[in-house]
């Protein structure tokens, strides 16, 4: 199957900075890519849809300027979250949809102190 | 909007036993998929099954789908050790445009 490249693994910061997550499509192309948010022992949340080229769509009750998402090109979306506190601390995923499978990347555990 | 729903949420069996969970959804789809998450780690895609689609086998796997009750089944037979690992359910739902609804997912624990 097409593979989803997340980075970083893990991250940990300090309250009020902001931290990158990448997520790449390797070996495909994709127009759209989702990010999600999951809470231990919890379902995957929709954050958002990235658009390649546009805007990207976010969820009811997600904040646009906390989690800012660029999709600058087919194969790279990043989420940044902006002034990170304590409540953002949580599991991250991204995925790329190839056909009508979504892959998703391996997660980005963020911790903020 | 996070429609699937899985039942049981907790499943403990023993190796070469069969798991089966199963997920409800509410919307109509165009298909459903399963995932499956190890611990910490992103999902893994198992198996897609379309709303005109009744049953998919892949290896040890079978998946089932009743759209008139709005309802699957995901079948691991012969379990192993390596199966352990929480299952999602996961429908791509008609108007969504291409996002996924995922269920509330299952620990599967396979005891050596």
């Known amino acids: 199957g097409a593979v989803v490249s997340q980075h970083p693994s893990w991250v940990i910061c300090k309250s009020g900075t902001s931290v990158k997550i990448e997520c790449r499509s390797l070996?495909?192309?994709?127009?759209?890519m989702f990010w999600y948010r999951q809470f231990p022992k919890q379902s995957l949340m929709l954050m958002a849809t990235s658009n390649e080229g546009s805007k990207a769509t976010y969820e009811q009750g997600v904040e646009k300027d906390k989690f800012l998402i660029n999709h600058a090109s087919l194969t790279l979306s990043t989420l940044t979250v902006t002034s990170a506190h304590p409540e953002d601390s949580s599991f991250y995923i991204c995925?790329?949809?190839?056909?009508?499978?979504?892959?998703f990347g391996a997660g980005t555990r963020l911790s903020v102190l | 909007s996070q429609q699937g729903e899985e039942d049981p949420q907790a499943l403990s069996i023993q190796e070469g036993e069969n798991a089966t969970m199963n997920c409800s959804y509410k919307?109509?789809?165009?298909?459903l998929q399963w995932y499956r998450q190890n611990s910490g780690r992103g999902l893994v895609h198992l198996i897609l099954?379309?709303?005109?689609?009744r049953e998919k086998h892949s290896g040890r796997l079978r998946v089932t789908l009743d759209t008139s009750k709005k309802s699957s089944s995901l079948l691991i037979t012969a379990s192993r050790a390596a199966d352990t690992a929480s299952y999602f359910c996961a429908t791509d739902y008609l108007w969504g445009n291409n996002r996924l609804a995922f269920g509330k997912g299952n620990q599967v624990v396979v005891i050596p």
């Open positions: 995925s790329a949809r190839d056909g009508d499978i979504q892959y």
């Open positions: 070996d495909f192309q994709a127009t759209t």
């Open positions: 099954i379309r709303s005109n689609e």
């Open positions: 919307t109509s789809i165009n298909n």
